[in-house]
């Protein structure tokens, strides 16, 4: 794999980072973001949304796709290490970063893969607290600090990401959903600030190509949570099942 999408930056116009109202139509027909928790679902579908963004230059599409690719969850696995022939190539990552030549969109997707950097880090320390991640395993600004401090609780990064601190105890604690929910509550919370206080010329105002990277974000966590609530909904729904028949006597043939 040498990119995600194809997309040569070198072969096309030069992508326009600073038109702050070029997605003024696409932005004003999208439906807004509920907060994240009080979400049952995406308000838009996958396939609505794609359509949309069809309104996208094709430079600008190509990056999206590229931006999404990098940073999908499952990115960063719980066994990281012996999984990583199967996650994406750490030179694909640093490729599509390399395309990013807007500052503040740079330091936005270079603010996630830090994210999931400091997830698999902690995830996979406690399943392998004796096998520290080493090697071209990451692109992080943090990835020296995890390896240099593998035995320390928080990798002596607490006071950079608090949240660390919680996450942690929620994994200690065996607290899979309580964990879930918070790491998406940062990432939520990180696109909202990111979004606010931005320079004009960073190209992160209201209708602009940033904009929209931080509205389709915010649609994967959204997605994210509303697939794991189901997940976790059908799990304990057969549970009930399984507890109720395991309950019943073995010559009960009755319907439900």
Known sequence: MVNLSGYRPESCEQVDWHNQDQYLSLLTGLP?????????????????????????????????????????????????????????????????????????????????????????????????????????????????SIENNWQEPYFRLEHARPWLIEAKQLMDDDEPLLLEKLLLQVAW??????????????????????????????????ERWSRYNAEQASRRFQQLIDSSISGLPEDFHGEF
């Open 32 to 144: 807004s973001h509920l907060s994240l928790f009080s979400a049952k679902k995406t308000p838009i579908s996958r396939l609505a949304l794609d359509k949309k963004l069809t309104a996208l230059t094709p430079q600008h599409r190509s990056l999206l796709e590229d931006i999404e690719g990098i940073l999908q969850w499952g990115y960063l696995s719980p066994q990281i290490k012996h999984e990583l022939h199967n996650s994406l190539p750490i030179s694909v990552i640093k490729q599509v970063l390399n395309t990013i030549s807007d500052p503040a969109l740079n330091q936005l997707v270079r603010d996630k893969l830090d994210f999931r950097t400091l997830v698999g880090a902690l995830r996979h320390r406690y399943q392998e607290p004796s096998s520290p991640l080493s090697g071209d395993w990451t692109v992080s600004r943090f990835k020296q």
């Open 189 to 222: 919370q990180h696109l909202s600030r990111s979004h606010t206080g931005l320079p004009v010329t960073s190209g992160g105002e209201t209708f602009s190509f940033y904009a929209v990277v931080v509205y389709v974000l915010k649609w994967d966590i959204i």
